[in-house]
């Protein structure tokens, strides 16, 4: 069975941090083309993607404060948020396009998703 569940959702207050994290069952992370999304009730963004060679993408409006690693052991995928704005507030979850190893630009085309976390940052 195929799927992904995130934790390390919170409230933090503007200028913080906090790590997502994203555990995957059924699949290797490291082997396929993997991301971050986040959806208000507006639209869906994408945060940023990571290819299995380890090259990373991110959209402008997180670049220098998010990062996207990998943890092959453990299976898992994280986001490192810093800096932290209001305007981040959002449900985040975690994707995966398990038919790629690199992710379709500008926009991964995910096969499986995480059911999300809430991010709340406060001014």
């Known amino acids: 069975q195929v799927y992904l569940v995130e934790s390390g959702g919170g409230s933090v207050q503007a200028g913080g941090s906090l790590t997502l994290s994203c555990v995957a069952s059924?699949?290797?992370?490291?082997?396929?083309?993997m991301g971050w999304f986040r959806q208000t009730p507006e639209k869906v963004h994408q945060v940023g993607t990571i290819n299995r060679d380890g090259t990373t993408d991110y959209a402008d409006s997180v670049k220098g404060r998010f990062t996207i690693s990998r943890d092959n052991a453990k299976n898992s995928l994280y986001l490192q948020m810093n800096i932290l704005k209001p305007e981040d507030t959002a449900t985040y979850y975690c994707?995966?396009?398990?038919?790629?190893?690199?992710?379709?630009?500008?926009?991964?085309?995910?096969?499986?998703r995480g059911q999300g976390t809430q991010v709340t940052v406060s001014s």
């Open positions: 994707a995966a396009d398990t038919v790629r190893t690199t992710c379709l630009q500008p926009i991964m085309a995910p096969s499986v």
């Open positions: 059924g699949f290797t992370v490291s082997a396929y083309c």
